[in-house]
C-alpha cells in the first residue's frame, strides 16, 4: 500500500483531486489507516485512475463517470457513453461554428457601415400558390429568431412531399408570409408558399389556392439568410419608411426568395409590405 501523494505523483495528478475523487466514491482508497487516518492505495488501482482521467479528457462529467463505474462499466456501456458524448460534442460545436459566423456577420456590417436600401412602391399581381400555414412558433426555441431557418425548413418538407408529384417543375421564387396572432393563438402565424404555373389536388396539409393581388406594396431587396441581423436590419428600414412617409400596414408582409446566392442558406430576398396611405 502507498499513501495519497505517492498515489498521486505516479498518477499524475493532484492530492485534492484524490481527495474529491474519494468524496465521490469514484475512486476511494484501497483502505483508510486507522492509527493516523492516512489513505493508502494500491499501484492497482492506476489503470482505474487513468480510466477516470481519460474519461475526464473526453467531457465526460463526473456524474457521467460516477454512474458508469456505479452501474455497468462493459466496454458496451463505455461505447454508448462515448457515442452520446460526440454527438453532444458535435451539436457543441456546431452552435459554436454559427456563433463565430454571426460574430464575422456583425464585425462584416461594422466594417460596411450602415447599409443604404432602395425602397419602391409597386403593385404586385396575382399568384397562384401552394401554402402551408402554421401558427406553432411556440416550437422554436428560446433562441427565437436563430431557429427560424429549421423552422422554414419543417414548413417547406410538406410542400416538397406534395409538390414533387404533382408539380415536378416548383421551384423558387417561395414567399413567407407573416400573419397577425388570431383570436386563438397568441404566436404570429407563418406562411410559407411557392409559385405554380398550373392547379394541383390540396392535401390535409397543403392548400391550393390565389394568392391576392397586392395594389400597393413598399418592397425593398437585399441578400441574406431566413435569419440574421441583414434580414432584421432589411425589416426595420422598411418598416421605418412606411412609418415616416405617413403609410399604414394593410396586410401580411412578404418574404420572397428570388434566387440563391453563394452560400445555400443565403438568397436575394425582397420584402413586400402591403400599405395605403393614413
Same mark, same amino acid.
Given at each position: 500500500?502507498?499513501? !495519497?501523494?505517492?498515489?498521486?505523483?505516479?498518477?499524475?495528478?493532484?492530492?485534492?483531486?484524490?481527495?474529491?475523487?474519494?468524496? %465521490?466514491?469514484?475512486?476511494?482508497?484501497?483502505?483508510?489507516?486507522?492509527?493516523?487516518?492516512?489513505?493508502?492505495?494500491?499501484?492497482?488501482?492506476?489503470?482505474?485512475?487513468?480510466?477516470?482521467?481519460?474519461?475526464?479528457?473526453?467531457?465526460?462529467?463526473?456524474?457521467?463517470?460516477?454512474?458508469?463505474?456505479?452501474?455497468?462499466?462493459?466496454?458496451?456501456?463505455?461505447?454508448?457513453?462515448?457515442?452520446?458524448?460526440?454527438?453532444?460534442?458535435?451539436?457543441?460545436?456546431?452552435?459554436? !461554428?454559427?456563433?463565430?459566423?454571426?460574430?464575422?456577420?456583425?464585425?462584416?456590417?461594422?466594417?460596411?457601415?450602415?447599409?443604404?436600401?432602395?425602397?419602391?412602391?409597386?403593385?404586385?399581381?396575382?399568384?397562384?400558390?401552394?401554402?402551408?400555414?402554421?401558427?406553432?412558433?411556440?416550437?422554436?426555441?428560446?433562441?427565437?429568431?436563430?431557429?427560424?431557418?429549421?423552422?422554414?425548413?419543417?414548413?417547406?418538407?410538406? %410542400?416538397?412531399?406534395?409538390?414533387?408529384?404533382?408539380?415536378?417543375?416548383?421551384?423558387?421564387?417561395?414567399?413567407?408570409?407573416?400573419?397577425?396572432?388570431?383570436?386563438?393563438?397568441?404566436?404570429?402565424?407563418?406562411?410559407?408558399?411557392?409559385?405554380?404555373?398550373?392547379?394541383?389536388?390540396?392535401?390535409?396539409?397543403?392548400?391550393?389556392?390565389?394568392?391576392?393581388?397586392?395594389?400597393?406594396?413598399?418592397?425593398?431587396?437585399?441578400?441574406?439568410?431566413?435569419?440574421?441581423?441583414?434580414?432584421?436590419?432589411?425589416?426595420?428600414?422598411?418598416?421605418?419608411?412606411?412609418?415616416?412617409?405617413?403609410?399604414?400596414?394593410?396586410?401580411?408582409?412578404?418574404?420572397?426568395?428570388?434566387?440563391?446566392?453563394?452560400?445555400?442558406?443565403?438568397?436575394?430576398?425582397?420584402?413586400?409590405?402591403?400599405?395605403?396611405?393614413?
Amino acid at each position: 500500500m502507498i499513501r !495519497i501523494g505517492e498515489f498521486a505523483r505516479l498518477g499524475g495528478v493532484s492530492v485534492a483531486m484524490l481527495r474529491h475523487y474519494d468524496e %465521490l466514491g469514484i475512486l476511494k482508497p484501497k483502505t483508510v489507516d486507522d492509527a493516523t487516518n492516512y489513505r493508502l492505495y494500491s499501484v492497482r488501482q492506476l489503470p482505474l485512475l487513468q480510466q477516470i482521467l481519460s474519461l475526464r479528457d473526453l467531457n465526460c462529467t463526473l456524474n457521467e463517470i460516477s454512474e458508469f463505474l456505479r452501474t455497468d462499466s462493459s466496454q458496451a456501456h463505455l461505447q454508448a457513453l462515448l457515442h452520446a458524448k460526440s454527438a453532444a460534442l458535435e451539436m457543441h460545436i456546431k452552435d459554436e !461554428i454559427e456563433r463565430l459566423r454571426r460574430v464575422k456577420q456583425r464585425i462584416a456590417r461594422l466594417e460596411r457601415g450602415a447599409t443604404m436600401y432602395t425602397i419602391e412602391l409597386k403593385s404586385v399581381p396575382a399568384q397562384l400558390v401552394a401554402s402551408v400555414r402554421d401558427a406553432s412558433l411556440e416550437r422554436q426555441t428560446p433562441e427565437g429568431w436563430r431557429s427560424i431557418e429549421a423552422y422554414y425548413d419543417a414548413l417547406n418538407a410538406h %410542400l416538397k412531399m406534395h409538390l414533387e408529384p404533382n408539380d415536378p417543375s416548383w421551384r423558387l421564387p417561395q414567399i413567407n408570409l407573416w400573419h397577425d396572432a388570431s383570436a386563438n393563438n397568441q404566436m404570429p402565424e407563418a406562411e410559407v408558399t411557392h409559385h405554380l404555373e398550373h392547379g394541383i389536388p390540396d392535401s390535409s396539409v397543403v392548400r391550393v389556392y390565389e394568392l391576392p393581388a397586392l395594389p400597393t406594396v413598399a418592397s425593398l431587396q437585399f441578400e441574406g439568410r431566413y435569419d440574421g441581423e441583414a434580414m432584421t436590419d432589411a425589416f426595420t428600414a422598411l418598416y421605418r419608411w412606411v412609418e415616416d412617409n405617413g403609410y399604414g400596414i394593410t396586410g401580411a408582409t412578404r418574404q420572397t426568395f428570388l434566387a440563391t446566392l453563394r452560400e445555400p442558406s443565403e438568397f436575394l430576398i425582397e420584402l413586400q409590405v402591403p400599405i395605403s396611405k393614413l
